[in-house]
């Protein structure tokens, strides 16, 4: 981000991290309003200061760990460390480091929410059941209820009709907030679908309501 003195490059940044209120306009981060939704937001991002501020009394191990706990995951520090060529210092406290060195600690701290750990489990691991909230699970019922919705009402609602109201609340449902595009998108979608359905593949949906369908 550039610009000159004064021109609000930290504020902008403290309002994306959810420390200062946002005044005007709209923040997105994954899909995720920044003023409604801080905590959340705070979850998945990751900052590096200027200059931090640690306990004396751990080490890099220790402090990584402790970071690891606040995201609620469970973390390998000396993978972390290894990112940022730290490794041999795992052991040594902060006050130990070089300027350069504190800087790449600071960096590996920045990191831990990317739960490189986690990322790196094969498929067929078990569920963390514990942590059940990361998975979501009221938005996926949600999907799987308006699929359900979807099929019920497309017969008497039209294949159109019935498309763009999925399109557009499943979209809603996952965090879109750019009404009047998200509007264009589903409609144009609803058209393309439609016709892919009905010339391409020869299965006759109606694409108006049963009680205006004269086919």
Known sequence: MLGPNGAGKTSTLE??????????????????????????????????????????????????????????QEIDPIKLLQGVNLEEKANAKPEELSGGQKQRFSIACALVFLNIEKSEKQVGDDLDISNWRAYKIIHAFSLIFGMVAYALVLRPMGFI???????????????????????????????SIWYLVDDVLGIYMSPLPSWLSTR
């Open 15 to 72: 309002m994306l991290e959810g420390m200062n209120d946002i005044d005007g306009g709209l923040a997105i981060i994954d899909g995720l309003d920044v003023s409604k939704n801080s905590y959340e937001v705070k979850r998945i991002i990751g900052v590096q200061l200027q200059a931090n501020e640690y306990f004396d009394r751990l080490n890099l191990i220790e402090l990584l760990i402790l970071f690891g706990k606040l995201y609620s």
């Open 161 to 191: 009709g019935a498309t763009f109201i999925f399109l557009f609340a499943s979209s809603l449902l996952l965090g879109e907030k750019r009404y009047v595009l998200l509007a264009i998108v589903c409609l144009i979608s609803s058209l």
